[in-house]
């Protein structure tokens, strides 16, 4: 598989992003199940607020992903066919994380503090899922930014900067002649 230096820096972003996330929730230590469902009780409000803002995050980096292939296309610089698969690369992350964020978000909001029928062990099982899901969807929130940071500055070099050498600019033989 050939991953680009542009997204070997946005995956090892996101990435650390989810570990360190991720080990502040372990580093908790074992809880009991009536201490999980305390913090599942306290901490569901803000996970699904931030389930809430990835999904609304993810809808609206698709929408300005369309603005941002018109600037692309309607610039007088040629850009090469990496740039618009690139492009197509962040579209499908954000996809993924849209939906896997609104299912997390629903599977979330069932009341599960609010049933008898859970076994109480279940509730730390239940605490470290959701955790776990809002920190993997954090690492993928920041790679997809990454991801966009990379593709904004490499358009504003080739399109604002007119960089002729910059690997994503294609020249045409007329202009090599001229």
């Not at 599942?40 to 999904?55: A, K, P, Q, R």
């Not at 279940?122 to 899901?133: M, T, V």
Request: proline share 2%; hydrophobic share 45%; charged share 15%.
């Amino acid at each position: 598989m050939n991953i680009s230096i542009y997204n070997k820096r946005a995956i090892v972003g996101g990435l650390i992003a989810t570990c360190i996330i991720g080990l502040g929730t372990f580093l908790l230590g074992n809880l009991s199940g009536y201490e999980a469902k305390q913090l599942i009780e306290s901490s569901l409000s803000g996970v699904n607020t931030f389930f809430n803002t990835v999904v609304l995050a993810s809808a609206t980096i698709l929408a300005l992903l369309l603005t941002l292939l018109s600037v692309s296309s309607g610039s007088n610089s040629k850009l090469k066919e990496e740039h618009y698969r690139y492009v197509l690369k962040i579209a499908r992350l954000v996809t993924i994380i849209f939906i896997s964020s609104i299912t997390s978000f629903l599977l979330l909001n069932l009341p599960v503090t609010e049933s008898n029928d859970v076994p109480n062990n279940w509730y730390a099982y239940i605490y470290y899922i959701s955790i776990g899901l809002a920190s993997i969807h954090c690492g993928g929130i920041i790679a997809v930014v990454l991801m966009l940071y990379n593709t904004i500055s490499n358009i504003i070099k080739i399109v604002g900067l007119k960089d002729k050498d910059h690997p994503l600019s294609s020249i045409d033989a007329e202009e090599i002649e001229n």
